[in-house]
């Protein structure tokens, strides 16, 4: 229904889901639109829901829109339904209060008060209404005393009670409760009180996505801007003492605009949303993206000509990136994927009613201030279905794929109905901007490995292993698997299987490798037009002379891959990622599952366990082992002694340590690459000496990025130039000196080191 009689003031309710709306519209209003801050829109609002019973939500609109949830639409459902009861008792009326006619002036002033109270004052401010009935109440007290007869002392007798009862009645309501912890520093109509208990989630017009502007009552632990493209967003994160969970509080660019800035993108988006893009536009998101931030652009320019505004074309670059992201984007899902801070970012269902939830490098899980609707993700699974050229509907209820935006790129998996009957879920992985690299595992602030193990995997991947990397889900397993191409020599050949892109394909190929990235249909996707992945993987070992990695091993296609690793021995690294969490799990699920002959699981060398290790209510990812697999085993490579760890990891040092099987030799994969090499043959100390070579000039390129604070050494760039510099000087050193004279190639690659960082300084 609509207000009309009200002028300004119209409304209309509707259902969405178990909520009963009450939306608002204040656009033709003068008062703002705010029940804390405004005495007007308070009453006006109590008004409306005297009219409309069952109201669980409110929504005002003026520019932008403020939605006040549940349990604040409670309080002030509480107060309209107390304002109803006192003013339509008739033991509250005047006429109840006169014993005698004779003494009706006595207390017909107190009276005229008492009622602007209740039938005023109470719904425009509840609580002032409270205060100055208690002080009515306590002056109406002592005029007992001073009644001039019996009959008059018993009407302000009857008058004190009926204020005892009402103010007893507003007494017990919810949000006088709440505010008379700041009682001590109220003052009389001041409405700044009810800022501590409406928190309204905002909006502008021109967004879907709803957002809590308001800090939370929290301890404030950090703060800090990041910048994506013109913009600048303000992160605040908050902890509480009462409660184990950590707010992430982001305030976007969009809501520091003036309000003529937000009708203008109200118009932009108006026109273009009459614009639907097609599939085929969507083939090429990031040209598409180019194309609509020009075409916005102008649009903009047009608007503001025509109203005659002034805006600077760094204004108007800023207003365009913002209409792109709430056209053809994905709104603020793209603000938190800029955050390099940011790992994972996790929408939930139902929609509209839970916030953004997300996974943060220093603070670990953490819920957001923001709020995505309904009509926000279903654009969103729109979006996806025309980028992926994959369906997600009831027949195909999961859809995974990557989004690619100018500063970050990530891997999306989306579920629906029936598989998630309450509604629309996302999950967000965040790929890191640069490939992860030894060096950065190793700095303290990461410790995900020591420079030790560093060395050793550097040695098997020199050495042409065959490793799975085993973990649960968000251990790390893609990540160290990027970090494993760096180690690549870059003049070798790297074939990258996946079904959805994670490994960092094109920052390597910027950085000079030859890498050739193959993408097959999802394990969980229907049939369809997209290569099997078993079909995939067998072409791979036809292209030549090839490092194969596979980014994730699921079913039918780890047949084919062991088939790559058997091939692959002794001719090139092949390496993958497989959900388990240790050795035996990946046989149980690799031979028991998936069906693949325990003759062909030998193919493996070496298994590397990654998972997060928990300490109080925080997770840290760690290397927690790295076993290589003996081929002298039946039926139990458990039972059967096929399994031999080479590193453990030690809780109580939070470090990977040594096996004494490592230390000895005792390492029948170490021993087989020996062979290979002459310089290694037969020779343990050899080998041994040259894992701790690799350890120590990745220990090297740390100590560096410290001395010098310059954090960018430990980036896949530098340690590219130092991995190709390792194997230059390693051969210079062998042809002059017959052998691999470790303390020679150490002091000759940390000389280099050296003078490349000063040089970097220098420029």
Same mark, same amino acid.
């Given at each position: 229904?609509?207000?009309?009689?009200?002028?300004?003031?119209?409304?209309? $309710?509707?259902?969405?889901?178990?909520?009963?709306?009450?939306?608002?519209?204040?656009?033709?209003?003068?008062?703002?639109?705010?029940?804390?801050?405004?005495? =007007?829109?308070?009453?006006?609002?109590?008004?409306?829901?005297?009219?409309?019973?069952?109201?669980?939500?409110?929504?005002?609109?003026?520019?932008?829109?403020?939605?006040?949830?549940?349990?604040?639409?409670?309080?002030?459902?509480?107060?309209?339904?107390?304002?109803?009861?006192?003013?339509?008792?008739?033991?509250?009326?005047?006429?109840?209060?006169?014993?005698?006619?004779?003494?009706?002036?006595?207390?017909?002033?107190?009276?005229?008060?008492?009622?602007?109270?209740?039938?005023?004052?109470? @719904?425009?401010?509840?609580?002032?209404?409270?205060?100055? /009935?208690?002080?009515?109440?306590?002056?109406?007290?002592?005029?007992?005393?001073?009644?001039?007869?019996?009959?008059?002392?018993?009407?302000?007798?009857?008058?004190?009670?009926?204020?005892?009862?009402?103010?007893?009645?507003?007494?017990?309501?919810?949000?006088?409760?709440?505010?008379?912890?700041?009682?001590?520093?109220?003052?009389?109509?001041?409405?700044?009180?009810?800022?501590?208990?409406?928190?309204?989630?905002?909006?502008?017009?021109?967004?879907?996505?709803?957002?809590?502007?308001?800090?939370?009552?929290?301890?404030?632990?950090?703060?800090?801007?990041? =910048?994506?493209?013109?913009?600048?967003?303000?992160?605040?994160?908050?902890?509480?003492?009462?409660?184990?969970?950590?707010?992430?509080?982001?305030?976007?660019?969009?809501?520091?605009?003036?309000?003529?800035?937000?009708?203008?993108?109200?118009?932009?988006?108006?026109?273009?949303?009459?614009?639907?893009? $097609?599939?085929?536009?969507?083939?090429?998101?990031?040209?598409?993206?180019?194309?609509?931030?020009?075409?916005?652009?102008?649009?903009?320019?047009?608007?503001?000509?025509?109203?005659?505004?002034?805006?600077?074309?760094?204004?108007?670059?800023?207003?365009?990136?913002? /209409?792109?992201?709430?056209?053809?984007?994905?709104?603020?899902?793209?603000?938190?994927?800029?955050?390099?801070?940011?790992?994972?970012?996790?929408?939930?269902?139902?929609?509209?009613?839970?916030?953004?939830?997300?996974?943060?490098?220093?603070?670990?899980?953490?819920?957001?201030?923001?709020?995505? $609707?309904?009509?926000?993700?279903?654009?969103?699974?729109?979006?996806?279905?025309?980028?992926?050229?994959?369906?997600?509907?009831?027949?195909?209820?999961?859809?995974? $794929?990557?989004?690619?935006?100018?500063?970050?790129?990530?891997?999306?998996?989306?579920?629906?109905?029936?598989?998630?009957?309450?509604?629309?879920?996302?999950?967000?992985?965040?790929?890191?901007?640069?490939?992860?690299?030894?060096?950065?595992?190793?700095?303290?602030?990461?410790?995900?490995?020591?420079?030790?193990?560093?060395g050793l995997l550097s040695f098997l991947i020199d050495n042409n292993a065959a490793i799975l990397i085993a973990g649960t889900r968000s251990s790390g397993k893609s990540s160290l698997l990027g970090?494993?191409?760096?180690?690549?020599?870059?003049?070798?050949?790297?074939?990258?299987?996946?079904?959805?892109?994670?490994?960092?394909?094109?920052?390597?190929? @910027?950085?000079?490798?030859?890498?050739?990235?193959?993408?097959?249909?999802?394990?969980?996707?229907?049939?369809?037009?997209? +290569?099997?992945?078993?079909?995939?993987?067998?072409?791979?070992?036809?292209?030549?002379?090839?490092?194969?990695? +596979?980014?994730?091993?699921?079913? @039918?296609?780890?047949?084919?891959?062991?088939?790559?690793?058997?091939?692959?021995?002794?001719?090139?690294? +092949?390496?993958?990622?497989?959900?388990?969490?240790?050795?035996?799990?990946?046989?149980?699920?690799?031979?028991?599952?998936?069906?693949?002959?325990?003759?062909?699981?030998?193919?493996?060398?070496?298994?590397?366990?990654?998972?997060?290790?928990?300490?109080?209510? *925080?997770?840290?990812?760690?290397?927690?082992?790295?076993?290589?697999v003996r081929k002298e085993w039946n039926d139990d490579p458990l039972k059967e002694g096929g399994f031999v760890d080479l590193m453990v990891y030690n809780p109580s040092t939070d470090q990977l340590?040594?096996?004494?099987?490592? #230390?000895?030799?005792?390492?029948?994969?170490? @021993? #087989?690459?020996?062979? /290979?090499?002459?310089?290694?043959?037969?020779?343990?100390?050899?080998?041994?000496?040259?894992?701790?070579?690799?350890?120590?000039?990745?220990?090297?390129?740390?100590?560096?990025?410290?001395?010098?604070?310059?954090?960018?050494?430990?980036?896949?760039?530098?340690? =590219?130039?130092?991995?190709?510099?390792?194997?230059?000087?390693?051969?210079?050193?062998?042809?002059?000196?017959?052998?691999?004279?470790?303390?020679?190639?150490?002091?000759?690659?940390?000389?280099?080191?050296?003078?490349?960082? *000063?040089?970097? *300084?220098?420029?």
């Amino acid at each position: 229904m609509f207000d009309n009689a009200k002028g300004c003031f119209e409304y209309e $309710t509707y259902h969405e889901g178990e909520n009963k709306i009450l939306r608002i519209y204040l656009e033709k209003c003068a008062f703002p639109p705010s029940i804390e801050y405004n005495e =007007t829109c308070m009453a006006r609002v109590i008004d409306a829901l005297l009219e409309n019973s069952g109201v669980t939500i409110i929504l005002l609109t003026q520019l932008r829109e403020y939605e006040y949830d549940f349990s604040q639409t409670m309080l002030l459902r509480e107060v309209a339904l107390l304002y109803k009861r006192i003013n339509r008792d008739e033991r509250f009326a005047f006429s109840r209060l006169v014993v005698d006619p004779v003494h009706e002036r006595y207390i017909h002033g107190s009276y005229a008060q008492f009622q602007r109270l209740i039938s005023k004052r109470l @719904k425009e401010d509840p609580f002032a209404a409270f205060v100055e /009935l208690k002080r009515l109440e306590r002056r109406e007290k002592t005029k007992l005393d001073t009644a001039v007869d019996e009959q008059q002392k018993q009407s302000q007798r009857f008058f004190v009670q009926m204020m005892e009862e009402v103010t007893k009645s507003i007494e017990q309501l919810k949000i006088i409760a709440m505010l008379m912890p700041y009682n001590a520093e109220y003052v009389l109509g001041k409405r700044e009180v009810y800022g501590n208990v409406f928190h309204p989630i905002t909006r502008p017009d021109f967004m879907y996505t709803k957002l809590i502007s308001d800090f939370p009552d929290g301890d404030l632990v950090d703060s800090y801007t990041f =910048t994506t493209g013109n913009d600048e967003c303000e992160v605040n994160v908050f902890n509480f003492s009462d409660d184990v969970k950590t707010m992430y509080h982001l305030t976007p660019p969009e809501f520091q605009f003036e309000e003529e800035v937000y009708e203008l993108l109200d118009d932009a988006k108006r026109i273009m949303a009459e614009h639907k893009p $097609t599939r085929e536009e969507f083939v090429d998101p990031q040209r598409m993206r180019e194309v609509f931030f020009n075409i916005g652009k102008d649009l903009l320019q047009d608007l503001i000509d025509h109203k005659k505004m002034k805006l600077s074309e760094e204004k108007v670059e800023q207003l365009a990136q913002a /209409l792109l992201r709430y056209t053809v984007g994905f709104g603020l899902i793209e603000l938190l994927l800029a955050d390099p801070k940011i790992q994972d970012v996790n929408v939930n269902s139902p929609n509209g009613e839970l916030p953004i939830f997300i996974v943060h490098q220093d603070y670990g899980d953490c819920y957001t201030n923001i709020y995505p $609707t309904h009509l926000e993700v279903e654009s969103w699974a729109t979006k996806l279905r025309l980028i992926s050229g994959r369906p997600l509907d009831e027949a195909n209820p999961i859809l995974d $794929t990557e989004l690619k935006v100018e500063g970050f790129s990530s891997r999306v998996a989306a579920l629906t109905a029936p598989l998630n009957p309450s509604g629309l879920a996302f999950s967000f992985r965040r790929h890191r901007d640069y490939p992860w690299t030894f060096p950065l595992y190793i700095q303290p602030k990461t410790r995900y490995m020591n420079d030790i193990t560093a060395g050793l995997l550097s040695f098997l991947i020199d050495n042409n292993a065959a490793i799975l990397i085993a973990g649960t889900r968000s251990s790390g397993k893609s990540s160290l698997l990027g970090s494993f191409l760096v180690e690549i020599m870059r003049k070798a050949r790297i074939i990258t299987i996946e079904d959805t892109f994670e490994l960092p394909q094109e920052a390597l190929r @910027k950085l000079g490798y030859n890498l050739e990235s193959l993408k097959v249909a999802s394990a969980l996707s229907a049939p369809g037009s997209e +290569v099997d992945p078993s079909i995939g993987i067998r072409p791979t070992l036809r292209l030549g002379d090839s490092a194969i990695f +596979v980014g994730e091993v699921r079913s @039918k296609e780890a047949i084919a891959l062991f088939e790559a690793m058997r091939v692959g021995a002794a001719a090139n690294v +092949v390496a993958g990622t497989i959900h388990a969490d240790s050795p035996y799990g990946v046989f149980d699920r690799v031979v028991n599952d998936i069906g693949v002959p325990r003759t062909s699981f030998k193919a493996i060398d070496i298994i590397v366990v990654t998972n997060p290790v928990i300490s109080g209510l *925080k997770k840290y990812k760690r290397i927690l082992r790295i076993t290589e697999v003996r081929k002298e085993w039946n039926d139990d490579p458990l039972k059967e002694g096929g399994f031999v760890d080479l590193m453990v990891y030690n809780p109580s040092t939070d470090q990977l340590e040594i096996t004494d099987e490592l #230390r000895n030799g005792d390492s029948d994969i170490l @021993k #087989r690459m020996a062979g /290979l090499v002459k310089e290694f043959a037969g020779d343990w100390d050899a080998v041994w000496e040259n894992i701790q070579l690799r350890a120590d000039c990745k220990r090297a390129i740390v100590e560096l990025a410290t001395e010098f604070n310059d954090a960018a050494i430990l980036e896949a760039d530098f340690v =590219t130039k130092a991995n190709d510099v390792f194997h230059l000087v390693s051969d210079r050193v062998k042809e002059k000196t017959g052998k691999l004279d470790s303390g020679l190639i150490f002091l000759e690659y940390n000389d280099w080191l050296r003078r490349e960082v *000063k040089k970097r *300084k220098m420029e």
